[in-house]
């Protein structure tokens, strides 16, 4: 079981308390995660598949580069700042928890984005035993990095309390459920924009769904209030009635609200506005599975259709299928 953690008050004061009760494991990460950076630009590396020969001089020269990271990570700070304030005092508060620069956390949070990759699927009406949603989700994480998962109980002096799984230091959820019953999950996508890309709205900034929406239809009406994210993403979130799909790259995003039926979705988009954007990177095992993944994700959701419960929702989780079978 992941360690928990239960945090009230202000985003300030939830902040301390969270960069305090982890510090040694934020302090650790901020570091490795400058040196992954200047790991995944050496020559034959790729996110997530860094060319470990360049590795002694990654962590002998990745301090020269810091300033570069941390110039491309305050790009993102007015963005934070229009849309979701409550996020800048929270990475406030954890710097001074964890006795680090704001920089360096805001730093670790906006390379954090990109980290959680693998499969996302949803069932609701007719396709579901009890016709309640189910959302669920896979994420190859770096074994690495699974031991500095935790969980958050987050209780806010405003907006919803809500219970989320994340990494130590990192205001951004790979899955939440808030007391509304609003649940979400999401993955990164491989996706380039065809025009020059631009500083965007980092995906932080989208999570604070979870603390002022209650319903799918809400969450649509705050994500057309924010211009889109700097990189590909894939959410699903679901009420008590229905789940939704929005798949978001710099070009535009695509919601698609199901009341009856199932979706699945690896790392590649699929509706017709942000497909046409997919790229796959060469050396990921996450591009190499992506197709029979995802085709055997959906195999299992058409099988069990009007079946789905808890326990087909662990089927499918413990069921990537293999590449090439």
């Known amino acids: ?85 409550d996020a800048t005092d929270f990475m406030k508060g954890i710097a001074e928890g964890a006795d680090l620069r ?29 016709n309640e949603p189910f959302i669920g989700m896979n994420s190859d994480d770096e074994p690495m990095l ?15 309390r809500f219970k989320a799984l994340t990494v130590a230091g990192w205001i951004f959820w790979a899955h939440a459920m808030n007391e509304k019953g609003l649940a979400c999950a999401l993955k990164m996508t491989f996706q380039i924009p065809q025009t020059k890309k631009q500083v965007g709205v980092p995906a932080l900034v989208l999570c604070k769904a979870l603390n002022t929406c209650s319903t799918v239809e809400e969450v649509k009406e705050f994500f057309d209030s ?63 599975n992506a197709v029979p993944r995802q085709i055997r994700m959906n195999h299992l959701l058409e099988k069990y259709n009007g079946k789905i419960d808890w326990n087909v929702m662990h089927t499918i989780a413990s069921d990537h299928g293999v590449f090439g079978k």
Not at 242 to 264: A, L, S
């Open 1 to 85: 079981m992941f360690e928990e953690l239960t945090l009230k008050g202000s985003y300030y004061t939830m902040g301390a308390s969270y960069g305090k009760a982890f510090r040694k494991e934020i302090r650790y990460l901020s570091k490795m995660f400058y040196i992954g950076m200047t790991l995944s630009k050496k020559p034959g590396s790729a996110p997530f598949n860094p060319n470990k020969l360049y590795l002694l001089s990654a962590l002998l020269n990745y301090k020269k580069d810091k300033i570069k990271w941390q110039y491309a990570a305050q790009e993102n700070q007015k963005f934070i700042d229009l849309y979701h304030p």
């Open 102 to 130: 704001y920089i360096d956390i805001l730093h670790f949070n906006v390379v954090m984005e990109n980290m959680f990759t693998c499969s996302a699927w949803g069932a609701s009406g007719t396709s579901t035993k009890t």
């Open 146 to 160: 699974q031991k500095y998962c935790k969980i958050l109980d987050i209780q806010p002096n405003k907006g919803y």
């Open 226 to 288: 924010v211009p889109n994210a700097a990189t590909g993403f894939l959410f699903y979130f679901a009420d008590s009635e229905k789940f939704m799909k929005v798949e978001c790259c710099p070009e535009g995003r695509d919601y698609d609200i199901v009341q009856n039926g199932t979706r699945g979705t690896t790392n590649m988009a699929q509706s017709d506005l942000v497909k046409p954007y997919n790229i796959f990177p060469s050396g990921l095992d996450q591009t190499f």
